[in-house]
């Protein structure tokens, strides 16, 4: 069983910038793909960005290639996400996730934190 919690999320002005952390418990952490999620009022919810277990791989989505950055620290059992050159259609409550494939993570994930509001105004 792994428990995720995030933080981070809060209110900035377009342009500005945001990271998010996502805590894990439990001893296998450094052993699960990890990535993040983010959903918009009235809107599904839409695949931001993957890491495998090392750290060694990611992947982004187009809308936030170049702008976000993900990241891990297993010592520390968390995974961030750095946020760049944000827009108010980042809006959104984003999540993390893990799942013990790295590959299928944007699609099915076994775990799932319960999120954190990020705003973007204008």
């Known amino acids: 069983q792994v428990k995720l919690v995030e933080s981070g999320g809060g209110l900035v002005q377009a342009g500005g910038s945001l990271r998010l952390s996502c805590t894990a418990s439990?001893?296998?952490?450094?052993?699960?793909?990890m990535g993040w999620f983010r959903q918009a009022p009235g809107k599904e919810r839409e695949f931001v960005a993957r890491i495998n277990y090392s750290g060694g791989m990611t992947y982004y989505a187009d809308s936030v290639k170049g702008r976000f950055t993900i990241s891990r620290d297993n010592a520390k059992i968390t995974m961030y996400l750095q946020m760049n050159s944000l827009k108010p259609e980042d809006t959104a409550v984003y999540y993390c996730?893990?799942?013990?494939?790295?590959?299928?993570?944007?699609?099915?994930?076994?775990?799932r934190g319960q999120g954190t509001q990020v705003t973007v105004s204008s």
């Open positions: 439990g001893r296998t952490f450094s052993t699960y793909a």
């Open positions: 996730a893990a799942d013990e494939n790295y590959y299928t993570l944007n699609t099915k994930h076994a775990y």
